[in-house]
């Protein structure tokens, strides 16, 4: 209650509307599969193309499991290409990876930085494990503008940062060879301090004022661009630009160097485990990490071992070229002749992921999680997806696709509010795929069937895709154009060419009954998903728009009720509370989601003491009772039609 402690008006603002709900979004997508790259055991971000889910979890070239012995199709690629190009919106990520061997780090491609055993004061390596990860790393050092002036007498360093690396040289005649060195900041003086080391107090150790600009000396800040471009030409390089060299940088109270731009996300098995970024969203993008094996390194050691690297390529070479550090010093330079490159090498695909890794972990001490553990924390997802779990489900593959579906729809049912979209097996039978729906039952699942026929990218050869891409897609699609209480079914599939079997009326005839749902083709219209049914034996939960129109209307007053919880529970509250759900139902009966030519007809929400014992109320419970009458598809259009005189009256 407000306090009126003096006399005077008082302009209050109060509410005498219901609080209202707002419909979520129900078209939010979740694949979980075995892609080239990106994170395992980070959390997803959400992606909006294709062209953001390249950047991240690489192209569409083939997986190689197994050191190249089994090659299969790169079907959670296609999936994210049917989803998206069917209307899908928003899409999650989770990659699933499994190691050859017991290694964990064995996929990760790596580099030697020195040409020498052991190597050198720091490694570069893929950030994610992956045949992808074997990318050109290229180190491109660079000489900024002069940052020497003098100012009323004083010689100063304008621009330049504590533990920046700077070159200074003198350029009128006769030029001399530049030196480095490492500025450091003087407290005391509130001055910086140029040392040839990691020691102020080194006895080579210079101010500004022994250098004049204007008998030509200079003084540069060196600074390296990292490119990384992937094993793919078609793949967009990634470029991290002016990266200071020292380790210890600090730029406006954020480290900024080389090893903190491209820090590990998590800690390694080492004694000594290495600075971890702090910035996940980087992490999801950052393809590299460069370790810091012996130290404390500095950015003169840093530039030491990039100088001693490329001395001893080039000095294989015939004729041996320029060296970096003269190349560095040089002002007509190209940045072709600063630059230092690395092959990353031995990355792999390891072998194909079990259940296992489709289940994930959850590590409850650095709070990362793989697998649909990720999918957890993502309230908004509708729909879930193992796209090409199923390969190979009749050749040698189906205790873990079975399994895999199972883990599909229990994570389904325990997140309540999603659907679970399953792919049949590859070139499956009629007979087979019977055999596989037998074994579930969930009103939390949806099964498709066949595989679809498209148009591959990469080989320009038709191959065959599991189906729940585009089928999440065209959920989507339907629930943007039409609405999520319309069955998605009778829709187009854009991309396919056809299916792995063109499937006709009566055969359609047992598998709709058993909650297969089916593509079809037909003359003049094309390609269409033709079913929209749940694998659930309850003949209430028969279809799939009912099952996700429940979950929209649950999960949208669930978030919409929130404010209701501590409210002091009596007469007041429930009418709020009534008033609130029928405000929302209203707005659905309006919009032609439920059956009924009145809205009581279509509806009920009850909140009084005929819906809460006293036993309720003593323990703090308000119970709520909504009923709706959905509306179901016309599965089935029958039209009667029979002969009748001209004489006779209707």
């Known amino acids: 209650?407000?306090?009126?402690?003096?006399?005077?008006?008082?302009?209050?603002?109060?509410?005498?509307?219901?609080?209202?709900?707002?419909?979520?979004?129900?078209?939010?997508?979740?694949?979980?599969?075995?892609?080239?790259?990106?994170?395992?055991?980070?959390?997803?971000?959400?992606?909006?193309?294709?062209?953001?889910?390249?950047?991240?979890?690489?192209?569409?070239?083939?997986?190689?499991?197994?050191?190249?012995?089994?090659?299969?199709?790169?079907?959670?690629?296609?999936?994210?290409?049917?989803?998206?190009?069917?209307?899908?919106?928003?899409?999650?990520?989770?990659?699933?990876?499994?190691?050859?061997?017991?290694?964990?780090?064995?996929?990760?491609?790596?580099?030697?930085?020195?040409?020498?055993?052991?190597?050198?004061?720091?490694?570069?390596?893929?950030?994610?494990?992956?045949?992808?990860?074997?990318?050109?790393?290229?180190?491109?050092?660079?000489?900024?503008?002069?940052?020497?002036?003098?100012?009323?007498?004083?010689?100063?360093?304008?621009?330049?940062?504590?533990?920046?690396?700077?070159?200074?040289?003198?350029?009128?005649?006769?030029?001399?060879?530049?030196?480095?060195?490492?500025?450091?900041?003087?407290?005391?003086?509130?001055?910086?301090?140029?040392?040839?080391?990691?020691?102020?107090?080194?006895?080579?150790?210079?101010?500004?004022?022994?250098?004049?600009?204007?008998?030509?000396?200079?003084?540069?800040?060196?600074?390296?661009?990292?490119?990384?471009?992937?094993?793919?030409?078609?793949?967009?390089?990634?470029?991290?630009?002016?990266?200071?060299?020292?380790?210890?940088?600090?730029?406006?109270?954020?480290?900024?160097?080389?090893?903190?731009?491209?820090?590990?996300?998590?800690?390694?098995?080492?004694?000594?485990p290495p600075r971890v970024i702090a910035n996940l969203g980087m992490a999801r993008t950052t393809p590299i990490v460069i370790d810091q094996l012996t130290g404390p390194l500095t950015g003169l050691g840093v530039l030491e071992e990039l100088f001693s690297a490329d001395h001893n390529r080039k000095a294989r070479s015939s004729p041996p070229a320029s060296s970096l550090e003269a190349s560095l010093q040089d002002v007509s330079s190209t940045a072709d002749d600063r630059s230092f490159q690395l092959m990353l090498a031995n990355g792999n695909d390891g072998t194909r992921p079990t259940a296992d890794e489709y289940e994930g972990t959850a590590n409850e001490t650095d709070n990362l999680k793989t697998g649909l553990h990720q999918f957890e924390d993502l309230d908004d997802i509708s729909i879930v997806a193992a796209p090409g779990s199923t390969f190979g489900y009749e050749n040698g593959y189906q205790l873990q696709a079975q399994t895999i579906i199972s883990l599909l729809l229990d994570h389904a049912e325990q997140m309540r509010y999603r659907i679970a979209v399953l792919d049949s097996g590859d070139k499956q039978s009629i007979a087979a795929v019977r055999a596989m729906r037998s074994r579930f039952d969930s009103s939390y699942g949806a099964l498709y069937y066949p595989w679809i026929r498209i148009l591959d990218p990469l080989?320009?050869?038709?191959?065959?895709?599991?189906?729940?891409?585009?089928?999440?897609?065209?959920?989507?699609?339907?629930?943007?154009?039409?609405?999520?209480?319309?069955?998605?079914?009778?829709?187009?599939?854009?991309?396919?060419?056809?299916?792995?079997?063109?499937?006709?009326?009566?055969?359609?005839?047992?598998?709709?009954?058993?909650?297969?749902?089916?593509?079809r083709f037909f003359e003049g219209r094309g390609m269409r998903l033709w079913g929209a049914r749940t694998i659930s034996s309850d003949s209430e939960w028969m279809y799939v728009n009912l099952r996700r129109y429940f979950a929209y209307l649950e999960h949208s007053i669930d978030k919409g009720t929130q404010w209701a919880?501590?409210?002091?529970?009596?007469?007041?509250?429930?009418?709020?509370?009534?008033?609130?759900?029928?405000?929302?139902?209203?707005?659905?009966?309006?919009n032609g989601a439920l059956l009924g030519d009145k809205p009581e007809k279509a509806y009920f929400v009850k909140c009084d003491r005929s819906t809460m014992s006293q036993n309720d109320l003593d323990n703090g419970r308000l119970v709520c009772l909504i009923g709706v009458v959905p509306l179901r598809p016309a599965e089935f259009v029958i039209f009667r039609i029979g002969q009748w005189t001209a004489d006779r009256k209707v």
């Open 1 to 272: 209650m407000p306090e009126y402690l003096s006399p005077g008006v008082y302009v209050e603002e109060t509410s005498f509307r219901a609080k209202s709900i707002e419909g979520l979004s129900t078209t939010t997508t979740g694949f979980v599969g075995p892609t080239r790259f990106g994170p395992t055991d980070i959390a997803p971000d959400v992606v909006t193309s294709l062209t953001e889910f390249e950047a991240t979890y690489g192209g569409r070239e083939l997986l190689e499991f197994d050191g190249g012995t089994t090659v299969i199709d790169n079907y959670v690629w296609h999936a994210v290409r049917g989803f998206f190009e069917e209307g899908g919106k928003r899409l999650y990520i989770s990659r699933t990876y499994r190691p050859l061997g017991s290694d964990e780090w064995a996929g990760y491609a790596t580099a030697q930085l020195s040409a020498t055993s052991p190597p050198g004061g720091f490694r570069v390596r893929a950030r994610f494990p992956g045949k992808y990860g074997n990318a050109r790393v290229t180190f491109t050092l660079k000489t900024g503008q002069n940052v020497l002036t003098v100012d009323r007498g004083t010689h100063l360093l304008r621009s330049v940062s504590p533990r920046d690396v700077v070159l200074v040289r003198h350029t009128k005649s006769p030029p001399s060879a530049g030196r480095f060195y490492l500025a450091l900041f003087d407290a005391n003086n509130q001055s910086f301090i140029l040392s040839p080391t990691n020691d102020p107090n080194d006895p080579h150790a210079v101010t500004p004022a022994a250098f004049d600009p204007a008998a030509g000396d200079e003084v540069r800040i060196v600074t390296v661009t990292v490119t990384v471009q992937p094993p793919t030409t078609s793949a967009i390089p990634f470029v991290a630009a002016n990266l200071p060299l020292d380790p210890q940088h600090i730029t406006a109270g954020s480290p900024d160097s080389l090893f903190d731009v491209f820090a590990p996300h998590r800690s390694l098995n080492e004694p000594d």
């Open 459 to 519: 080989s320009q050869n038709e191959i065959s895709i599991p189906p729940s891409g585009c089928v999440a897609g065209i959920y989507a699609r339907n629930d943007i154009n039409r609405a999520v209480y319309k069955a998605p079914a009778n829709e187009v599939v854009n991309l396919a060419l056809g299916f792995e079997q063109f499937l006709n009326k009566s055969q359609q005839d047992v598998l709709n009954p058993e909650g297969i749902n089916c593509f």
């Open 565 to 590: 919880v501590f409210e002091p529970n009596g007469e007041l509250l429930w009418a709020n509370v009534r008033r609130t759900i029928e405000d929302f139902l209203l707005n659905e009966w309006q």
